[in-house]
């Protein structure tokens, strides 16, 4: 079957009046790029037959930029900014006849995947519809468009904020304005759309009713995907949006690699791009990987096993030691007396448990050492990371918020969980009696020297010491609050 052609409508004629700059909205820098870079990047991976930008506010230099850096696009200009709408009809002359699927995206939205464009583009061919309004879930809906439904459910209207009632106001399903069309059967109905709203615009979010009262069959498609299907309208989105996509690759898990791993264990951690990621998936591998209790290794007398727990060859649960499952141990891990190896751990090949340590929702994936008296709670250690004697990786914020994360030095990411441990790189190692705060990430091959506190993020390849040197004089105390001595006197 001959695949129906595609068109491809950019809209970039807006100054973004938001950003407070005279540089046009779709030239502001995203990852050293032009946002509209980014948007023709992921545009063409669909492979259209037609791209055309509309450009208006600073069209010169929009256009310049796009020629020099892209081929095959054409430019309509609007010359007044007289709404959305009013923009895509810009294209008519160009594609006016064009006979296929139009799709209508955003220079400002350059965080919309291919994936998202390519799910609109299937749902409206398979659907034989005329508009496909995608739609998505945002907690704060503030300045979208929203989505009316009723009772049932289906579609009813897209609301600008302006024209919303209060009670409106409070959907948080709203429009992306990201649109497929069926060309030629839209231009008439887009010339019909009236500018008789609050802010005397074209919307280009009326053409779902124009359409239907037009007898067109029409659809709103939701997905997820929030605030990235969304166009950027402020300079702190911006920089939100900047972390976002930076992020993904110095998160990208450098930290924890996947070689010398079993299968299911390298593919869990390749397909997870942070180590936040792996500890999330880690119950539901757990879950996947065991059933009851089976005992490849040796457990000893005096040993106690609850619930599902796995013993690999070659591995020896000591006497007095406590497994309360879910729990994998893997081949050659060793669990010294009175250690507490407690639900939603998996220890990896080789690894050791000193006495009395108590290790809970833990993932240390190979010949990791967690020493006597330790504690690890929500935590993911890499290959070989060591822990000392005495160690605690605190794992539980005192106060009602969800813990912060940051794998790259840049601003902490919600977590969204109350307990986090800690996140330790591949040969990564804490020495004895330290502590780190929830939450807290050391880079591979870093290590922390013995008694330190710490939070946060720890780069890579660093040696972090702490030396505190306590004097005793006769009749006074001396102690070390903060890196600060204080002297009392007796
Ligand atoms: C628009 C939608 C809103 C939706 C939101 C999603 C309308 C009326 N509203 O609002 O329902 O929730 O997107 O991000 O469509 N542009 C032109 N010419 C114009 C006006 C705008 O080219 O005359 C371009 C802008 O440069 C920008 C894009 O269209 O790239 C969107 O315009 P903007 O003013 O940012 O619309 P929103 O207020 O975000
Ligand atoms: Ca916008």
């Not at 009316?148 to 919303?164: I, P, S, W």
């Not at 792996?278 to 065991?290: I, R, V, Y």
């Not at 008694?451 to 946060?456: Q, R």
């Amino acid at each position: 079957m001959k695949s129906t052609p595609l068109a491809v409508i950019i809209l970039a004629a807006g100054k973004g009046t938001r950003m407070k700059s005279d540089l046009p909205k779709v030239l502001h820098p995203l990852n050293g790029k032009p946002m509209v870079a980014q948007v023709l990047a992921t545009v063409q991976k669909l492979s259209p037959a037609r791209v055309v930008v509309i450009t208006g506010y600073g069209a010169d230099d929009v256009e310049a930029y796009i020629s020099k850096s892209f081929k095959n696009v054409r430019f309509a200009r609007q010359v007044e900014q007289l709404g959305t709408a009013h923009a895509v009809l810009q294209a008519k002359k160009l594609l006016g006849t064009f006979a296929g699927t139009v799709l209508v995206v955003y220079g400002d939205a350059p965080l919309v995947t291919p994936e998202a464009l390519q799910t609109l583009i299937s749902n409206h061919r398979q659907g034989g519809h005329t508009v496909t309004e995608l739609t998505t879930t945002v907690s704060n809906p503030t300045g979208f468009g929203r989505i009316l439904r009723d009772k049932k459910g289906a579609y009813v209207q897209t609301m600008e904020e302006k024209d919303a009632t209060h009670a409106q106001r409070k959907i948080t399903e709203v429009s992306t304005c990201l649109y497929s069309f069926t060309s030629p059967a839209i231009w008439p109905l887009l010339a019909k759309i009236d500018n008789n709203n609050a802010k005397a615009e074209y919307y280009l979010t009326r053409i779902m009713s124009v359409a239907a009262q037009a007898g067109r069959k029409v659809n709103a498609l939701t997905i997820e995907g929030g605030l990235e299907l969304l166009g950027i309208n402020s300079p702190e989105e911006l920089a939100a949006a900047e972390q976002r996509l930076t992020a993904p690759q110095s998160e990208g898990n450098t930290f924890i690699s996947a070689e010398g791993l079993p299968d299911d264990l390298a593919k869990l951690i390749r397909s997870s791009k942070t180590p936040l990621e792996m500890l999330n998936a880690l119950p539901a591998f757990l879950k996947k990987k065991l059933k009851g209790q089976t005992i490849h290794g040796t457990v000893e007398k005096g040993a106690v096993l609850h619930g599902d727990v796995y013993v690999g060859k070659g591995s020896t649960v000591h006497s007095g030691a406590v497994v309360e499952g879910p729990v994998y141990i893997a081949e050659d891990v060793t669990i010294r007396p009175h250690a507490n190896i407690r639900h939603g751990t998996y220890l990896g090949k080789g690894c050791v448990i000193g006495h009395s340590a108590d290790v809970k929702n833990t993932l240390a994936v190979k010949g990791c050492k967690i020493q006597d008296g330790t504690f690890s709670g929500d935590s993911v250690l890499g290959h070989n990371a060591r822990v000392g004697s005495g160690v605690i990786l605190a794992n539980r914020k005192f106060n009602q918020s969800s813990i912060g994360v940051s794998f790259n030095g840049k601003k902490p990411v919600d977590s969204k969980r109350d307990f986090l441990g800690c996140f330790m790189g591949d040969d990564s190692r804490i020495g004895a009696n330290a502590i780190t705060s929830p939450g807290t990430v050391i880079g591979q091959h870093t290590w922390v020297g013995s008694g330190a506190v710490i939070s946060g993020y720890v780069a890579p390849d660093q040696l972090v010491t702490v030396k505190q040197e306590l004097e005793y004089k006769s009749k006074q105390r001396i102690s070390l609050k903060a890196g600060k001595a204080i002297t009392y006197d007796l």
